[in-house]
Structures are given as structure tokens and as C-alpha cells.
């Protein structure tokens, strides 16, 4: 299998991570640090240990072929609509695989619902594994815009809402918001040193310190500035930078390209923590994307308390596994995930339940 990039136009998109634009940037600057070994049209083909430790072990064990979407790393849910079953149908008969990973599975209007995923998987004969992955938070922007969002929450949120703008009202707030793909590189140059900075510890580090990362988020960006769909912000209490983030919205849906605006990226600078400015940023935040026109906000996906207090409706979504029957290393893995992720499987009763979006 060639590495080969196969756009698929007749694909409906749904946010940005899906689009070609993403496909491209991904392939460019983060194909090789994931292994990939090829891609085809929208998948991913990938060579993996099949443990992840102890790496003296992994040395001698047989590598996992292990098929995952472009982009698997990515933030916002995936999905499985018609064009991209076929695709997979073909790839399965064509290519030796062991495994095969949908991360951040969602129900999409024109995809498949996980009821109905999950059984024509089944009949494919690979019996997959399903279990619950972190849901995605969004909130709904009626008519009304920010004082009408307010209104709809319970009045301990709306109290504490209110607060935290009149906490900082004497340290004249100022949220920027820069589009022009002239502001991206010195934005970011600042975004990656207070990232890096935040996230070092004596065991981990920022993904920005790989300068694949860096070149990847440079390139999608200017892209997106290109197709008006990017939203970079400055927040500053007393004229100093406490929070900088990145948004975005789809340019290329068949939908409206207002439909919804994703917050992707947010650091604080460690300059006035008590405030919680990254908190209060996303209201800004909020507040810019209710006067844009935008129809839903989404908060990303994660258990933090924040989104879930945040948010007027909650995006359900899914791991799913399918190992080759005829694969032993296949096997091999599958038992490992259902041993690591055993209080996430879900049975089969749930999955023919199961819901994609829920009000809160």
C-alpha cells in the first residue's frame, strides 16, 4: 500500500479535523512521529508495540498492523459515515491488519448510529468491542446570545458566572481577537514557550516541545486563516497576557459555516491565577462567538467539572476495537484493552441504547 492521499469529496464534513485541509497538515508533519507506515483515503495504517511496557519485552514480541482514522490524535469526535465503511470494507480484504481502533466514535445525522455500527461490524464477522470514551460538551447559542444563555442556568452557575466578571472589572479586561495569518507566528511563538512552561514536570513535557507538533499547528492555522476559519485571542487583566487560545469553524461543510465554533487550544501565563483566567477566558470566549453568529460552542471533550457546568448538552462517544479473527496478535491486543478498559466495555443491551447528544 502506497502512501497516497485519496480526497474524498462526496464526504460530508463535519469540523475541521475532517477536512482535507487537516488530512494534508496531518500528513505532512505528524504521519511519521505516529508510524505511520501508509494511508489510505482517510485511514491510517500503523505499526505499533503490541505492549506498551516493559519496552525490553517489546523488543522481541511481534509488531500490531493496527488501521486508525488520519488524525486519531485528534480532539473533537469522529465519525463513520457510508463513504468511509466502503473504503474500509476494501482495505480489510486487501492489506494484512491486526487490529482496527475508532477513537471519539459519535452518532452523526447522515453517519451511522453506534447501534447500527456495531452490527454491521458483527455481520462483517470481527465482533467488536465497544466502550464509553470522554464525551465532548457543547453549548447551545439560541437567540438571545449571552444574557439569554445565562438565564437557562441554574442560579448558583449564573451567580457564579457574574462573579467572576465583576471580580476582575477593576483590572480592565481586554479580549483580542486576532484572524489575519499575519498575527500566527508571533502568537504562537508566545503560545508554545508559556505551554512548554506550564506542562514541564521532571516526567512529561509539552507536545509542543516536538517540532513536528509545532509545524503541524503552524501550518493548520495558517490554513485555516486562509479560509477565514481561524480565531486566535489575547486575554489581559491590567494590561498583562494571562491566556491565549485558538478556535475554529468549518469552512468546507455543506452545512452553514456558522454552525459551530470549537475552542482547541487555551494556556494560562501564571500571571493573575486567582482569577482563574482560563475560566473566564472561555466566557469571552463565548460571549465573541455568540456576537459571531455561531449556533453551537464546543467545549472539547474531558471530565473537567468546568465543561460539564458549562455545557447545555453533552456528546456521547465511543471506542470501538475490531481484530482480524484470523490474527493471534490481534487477539493478543484485544485482551489486553478489555483487561485495561474493563469498567468502560459496554454490553449489548447498552450499545443498542445508546445515545448520541443528551440535554443536560
Known amino acids: ?71 486519531h490524535n485528534g480532539p473533537f469526535a469522529n ?50 468491542l ?31 458566572i457574574r462573579r467572576r466578571f465583576k471580580k476582575v472589572e477593576h483590572l480592565s479586561p481586554e479580549f483580542q481577537v486576532y484572524q489575519s495569518a499575519d498575527e500566527i507566528n508571533a502568537f504562537f511563538n508566545c503560545f508554545f514557550r508559556y505551554h512548554e512552561t506550564y506542562w514541564k514536570t521532571d516526567t512529561t513535557e509539552s507536545y509542543f516541545s516536538d517540532s513536528q ?44 459555516s456558522k454552525d459551530i465554533f470549537y475552542g482547541h487550544l487555551t494556556i494560562n501565563t501564571g500571571e493573575y491565577l486567582d482569577y482563574a483566567p482560563g475560566i473566564l477566558s472561555t466566557f469571552y470566549e463565548l460571549q465573541y462567538a455568540f456576537e459571531q453568529g455561531f449556533r453551537w460552542f464546543n467545549l472539547g471533550y474531558g471530565l473537567n467539572p468546568f465543561k460539564a457546568n458549562a455545557a447545555t448538552h453533552k456528546l456521547n462517544r465511543y471506542k470501538l476495537l475490531l481484530v482480524n479473527p484470523k490474527s493471534l496478535v490481534g487477539h493478543a491486543y484485544l485482551m489486553q484493552m478489555k483487561k485495561k478498559h474493563s469498567s468502560a466495555l459496554l454490553n449489548h443491551e447498552t450499545i443498542q441504547n445508546a445515545e448520541g447528544i443528551s440535554e443536560l
Open 130 to 160: 465497544v466502550m464509553t470514551d470522554e464525551p465532548e460538551y457543547l453549548i447551545q447559542m439560541e437567540d438571545g446570545g449571552f444574557e439569554a444563555y445565562l438565564a437557562k442556568k441554574s442560579k448558583k452557575n449564573r451567580q457564579s
Open 79 to 128: 465519525s463513520f459515515c457510508e463513504n468511509r465503511l466502503s473504503t474500509f470494507k476494501e482495505l480489510i480484504k486487501t492489506e494484512k491488519w491486526d487490529a482496527f481502533e475508532l477513537k471519539g466514535y459519535v452518532s452523526r445525522p447522515s453517519g451511522y448510529s453506534l447501534k447500527a455500527l456495531y452490527q454491521i461490524f458483527t455481520e462483517l464477522g470481527l465482533s467488536p
Open 1 to 71: 500500500m502506497a502512501l497516497l492521499l485519496k480526497p474524498n469529496l462526496n464526504e460530508t464534513i463535519y469540523h475541521p479535523f475532517e477536512s482535507l485541509l487537516y488530512k494534508t497538515c496531518w500528513l505532512k508533519h505528524l504521519a511519521q512521529k505516529f508510524a505511520m507506515q501508509a494511508n489510505y483515503d482517510y485511514f491510517g495504517y500503523f505499526t505499533k508495540p503490541i505492549l506498551s511496557k516493559p519496552k525490553v519485552l517489546t523488543r522481541y514480541l511481534p509488531k500490531l498492523k493496527k488501521i486508525e482514522l488520519l488524525g
Open 213 to 256: 507538533e509545532r509545524a503541524f499547528i503552524l501550518d493548520f492555522s495558517t490554513g485555516l486563516s486562509k479560509q477565514g476559519g481561524l480565531h486566535l485571542h489575547r486575554f489581559k487583566l491590567n494590561d498583562t497576557l494571562v491566556n491565549m487560545g485558538m478556535a475554529m469553524h468549518n469552512t468546507s461543510s455543506e452545512e452553514s
